[in-house]
């Protein structure tokens, strides 16, 4: 189900005429792009197949940041365009040339983490007048890793996140989603046919608790654990979201950086946990920040939401373009944690090493339950 009140934009985009070709990209400030993008290639997200990719490769729709127009680049298909583009339908004879109204392309979407989805954006940049007409989204959740054939069965059943609906070219199509449901997989549409350059699905991650369960110690912190943040106190470099994405940071700005601070304070990263777990081990990564690093760091967390705050790392001494690790002296119970960073800089990844609490287990499987897993 989608929301009225999230801007739309239909209709041929002008042509490109020089200069900075997102000068005239059509945008809006979407309420859910805080969220994890469940669709993120380093969670291990796919496009794992598509009906047609005549013109631009079905992969391109997951590609980290915005889509790249070169107005001088062709190949022997035609133009080279950064999305995934399908050719152009026709009908069955002279008689009767137009594509029918049911015919269309689609891709099918691995998601790399399992969740509830609570934003799309199909995003047509640089497809001004080769866009879909409309656009629509199906989901589906199934165990294991299915093949394209078993996802496309007669007898799965895929639920409508997004109804068909018309979008518009060299734009930002965001979708808000009400679906209380777990997701593996999502079908994107395109109808009839055209090309998108980036796909985003926003929402929050749904581990699979039995997986959690035999893994027995694993980090507790992690997005594809389920773990999340819920605020900083500065994204101006990089979101702090990158401290948890999978990984070793491989490049400064995989991290998290703030700005330079000219007051007396400190920054900070508050995250809540899958559920109530048992942190035994921390490690506080700083790679790729060498002189921007955090001076020193100290990690709190709080049991429970009425709980009080209480320190489980004291203020340490942090290095740049280092990985520290710290074995904390007993289980430290916590729902949510937060590391403040001392008095500005950046950490590249932050990892909570432990285990789910009996209590905690319990409620991560009730949920789970809950979301039809």
Do not use: C
Request: charged share 25%.
């Amino acid at each position: 189900m989608t929301d009225a009140a999230i801007p739309r934009f239909t209709g041929d985009a002008s042509p490109y005429a020089g200069g900075d070709p997102y000068a005239d990209h059509r945008t809006a400030d979407f309420p859910f792009t805080h969220l994890v993008d469940l669709a993120d290639r380093r969670l291990g997200a796919g496009v794992i197949a598509a009906n047609d990719e005549f013109f631009a490769e079905r992969e391109n729709l997951l590609k980290p940041g915005p889509a790249v127009f070169d107005p001088e680049h062709f190949g022997h298909k035609g133009k080279v365009m950064d999305g995934w583009e399908t050719r152009r339908r026709r009908g069955v004879s002279a008689a009767e040339p137009h594509p029918t109204a049911d015919d269309h392309d689609w891709a099918l979407v691995r998601l790399g983490a399992p969740g509830v989805v609570r934003g799309i954006v199909l995003d047509t940049a640089h497809f001004r007048g080769n866009y879909p007409q409309a656009v629509s989204v199906d989901a589906v959740a199934l165990p294991g890793s299915p093949s394209p054939e078993e996802l496309l069965a007669p007898d799965v059943k895929w639920t409508t996140l997004v109804p068909r609906t018309a979008v518009g070219g060299h734009a930002a199509n965001g979708f808000a989603v009400d679906a209380e449901q777990r997701f593996t997989h999502l079908r994107v549409n395109q109808h009839p046919d055209g090309g998108i350059a980036r796909l985003r699905v926003y929402g929050e991650v749904a581990p699979d608790p039995a997986w959690l369960g035999a893994l027995g110690t694993f980090d507790l912190a992690a997005l594809e654990n389920g773990g999340r943040v819920e605020d900083a106190s500065d994204r101006f470099y990089s979101p702090a979201t990158n401290t948890i994405q999978p990984g070793r940071s491989r490049k400064m700005d995989d991290g998290w950086e703030t700005r330079r601070r000219r007051d007396r304070g400190n920054d900070w990263i508050s995250y809540r946990l899958a559920a109530r777990s048992g942190i035994r081990a921390v490690e506080i990564d700083t790679a790729y920040l060498k002189g921007n690093a955090a001076g020193w760091a100290s990690l709190s967390v709080r049991d429970g939401e009425d709980g009080e705050w209480t320190e489980a790392l004291p203020r340490t001494r942090l290095q740049p373009d280092t990985n520290h690790r710290f074995v904390l002296d007993g289980t430290v119970l916590a729902t949510r944690v937060r590391i403040d960073i001392y008095p500005d800089g950046g950490i590249s990844r932050l990892r909570l090493f432990g285990s789910l609490t009996d209590d905690g287990a319990r409620a991560l499987a009730a949920r789970h339950r809950e979301l039809g897993g």
